[in-house]
């Protein structure tokens, strides 16, 4: 018995359905039906299992549950969860304005005063998760404090608490954790890997000085399986040894205890790989987009506002990037450049886009794949000329309109996948467009797998998406006309008195 033939018996039993007339409704014969029931056959085709739910009456809960036991099994049940896993992060991947810096600093926060004894026991979660806070946040209000984290990015208070406070850029934040070196569901059904890194996101998007690290194990043998304290934190005063279950652990303030931690850690970051490579894209370090340079194999790019810069001609470059950049003649080179051999790989390029992000551009002039000091919004005629390429474009599909769910996708997401390549791009909280370069492989190949899975049934068609950008289209040009009335208008009735 298969997952969907389950839930099907289930419900043909509880909602006493007659298997005669379902298999008449369905347009199949008694005996497929009773063969798909008992598991021996596959599940037929989408348009059928609706039929079947729409037979049944099924509730919108129970019609859920049906169409997840239908890919269940049509593709099993570890492959579903990765990828549900994955669509989960990409729908909540977090705006810039979401995650707000924290209204105390760590200055108004110094009554959090811990005692220090040489060593002392801590015997309660409630008294870690206090003994913790306290000794980052007086590490905090040093001039350069550094933090040394070794411990797995599960315990959401402690890296809400990181991401919350206005932390000094001059406090350092080294962190190793473990990546499991092979797929692993939690019992939420999540990727260990991609909760982890769902939770050092914020820190990211704060603009926090983090660093992370990572090294390969099976994380349960590595840390659940009787060692005592496998996490430790250090700070340049203190130092806690704790439990993987937070639930106890040991305080240190003796000077050569905290040295000797600090060589403990130094040691295992000799052996681990920083987990992204980090840029803020600035004039001064353009030429750092030549290392996200799409390859000559299948890219597949998620940005909600559609790639436009291949669509950017050299006139409008010209016209459209800052005067006030510094070595602008060089720029425009090198965006030249950039923008062409972008235009020349297309064939090579899947782009999936969004109603939303795509209107976005229409009325506002604004792309956030190009960050905001570097040019003025594109005038109206230069958005025209950009949408009427990309509607050629999407007519020879490269281009793909995503539906629901996907098509609620926050505006801040910018993702590049490919065999040997990938990286997110997104504005961080101070308006800056940071890039995170994969070094560790498991992630790029968790969201290269979604991408290259989605099926024809999550994007619009190719007509419905050109006549999308055609209605764009011609509500711009409506309103340049309407601009330019009112341009020749104004002079008369200056002179126009009543």
């Known amino acids: ?13 509880t909602k006493n359905i007659k298997v005669y007339p379902l298999s008449k409704y369905c347009d199949f014969d008694r005996s497929t039906i009773y063969k798909i029931i008992n598991g021996k056959r596959k599940p037929p085709s989408p348009d059928v299992i609706d039929k079947m739910a729409e037979f ?5 809960t129970e019609y859920a549950q049906f169409k997840e036991a239908y890919e269940i099994t049509l593709i099993g049940s570890d492959n579903y969860y990765r990828r549900k896993s994955t669509e989960n992060f990409l729908m909540h991947f977090p705006d810039n304005f979401s995650i707000q810096p924290g209204t105390e600093s760590p200055a108004s926060l110094r009554k959090d005063n811990i005692s220090s004894p040489a060593c002392a026991s801590i015997q309660t979660q409630v008294e870690l998760d206090y003994t913790l806070r306290s000794v980052l946040i ?3 209000c040093k001039g350069n404090g550094k933090v040394a984290l070794f411990m797995q990015p599960d315990h959401k208070g402690l890296f809400s608490l990181l991401s919350s406070l206005n932390l000094r850029s001059s406090l350092e934040i080294q962190h190793i954790f473990c990546l499991s070196n092979h797929e692993i569901l939690n019992k939420e059904h999540e990727l260990y890997n991609l909760k982890y890194f769902n939770n050092i996101f914020p ?6 000085n983090y660093k992370a690290s990572y090294f390969y194990d099976s994380i349960h043998s590595h840390f659940f399986n009787l060692n005592a304290l496998p996490y430790f934190i250090v700070t340049s005063r203190y130092a806690v040894s704790f439990s993987s279950d937070y639930q106890y652990g040991i ?5 050569e205890i905290i040295s000797q931690f600090w060589n403990i850690f130094n040691s295992f970051q000799n052996k681990c790989i920083p987990l992204f490579q980090v840029f803020h894209l600035t004039p001064a370090n353009a030429h750092m987009l030549q290392n996200i340079s799409l390859p000559s194999s299948s890219s597949y790019l998620l940005l909600p506002e559609a790639c436009f810069t291949p669509f950017i001609s050299d006139e409008i470059l010209a016209h459209a990037l800052s005067p006030e950049i510094s070595d602008r003649n060089k720029l425009l080179n090198f965006f030249s450049t950039f923008f062409k051999y972008t235009l020349n790989n297309l064939e090579n390029m899947h782009v999936y886009f969004t109603k939303k992000g795509i209107r976005r551009f229409a009325e506002t002039g604004l792309l956030r794949e190009i960050p905001s000091d570097f040019y003025r919004p594109f005038l109206p005629s230069e958005r025209l000329d950009m949408l009427q390429k990309l509607l050629y474009t999407c007519s020879q599909e490269n281009y793909r309109m995503l539906k629901q769910p996907l098509e609620q996708l926050p505006v801040n997401l910018h993702l590049c996948v490919n065999e040997t390549m990938g ?3 997104f504005n961080n909280t101070e308006d800056q467009t940071t890039y995170l370069i994969f070094n560790e492989t498991g992630l790029l190949s968790v969201f290269l797998d979604y991408l290259e899975s989605l099926q024809d049934s999550s994007f619009y068609t190719s007509e419905e998406t050109c006549n999308f950008i055609k209605y764009e289209i011609d509500n711009l040009q409506y309103q340049q006309l309407c601009s330019k009335r009112k341009s020749i208008a104004a002079p008369h009735q200056k002179g126009v008195s009543v």
Do not use: W
Request: a negative charge.
């Open 1 to 13: 018995m298969s997952e969907f033939s389950n839930i099907l018996s289930q419900f043909i039993h």
């Open 56 to 60: 049944m009456h099924l509730t919108p």
């Open 138 to 140: 007086k590490e905090s």
């Open 203 to 208: 820190l990211y998007l704060r603009n926090l």
């Open 251 to 255: 305080f240190y303030s003796d000077p």
């Open 423 to 425: 990286y997110f791009s």
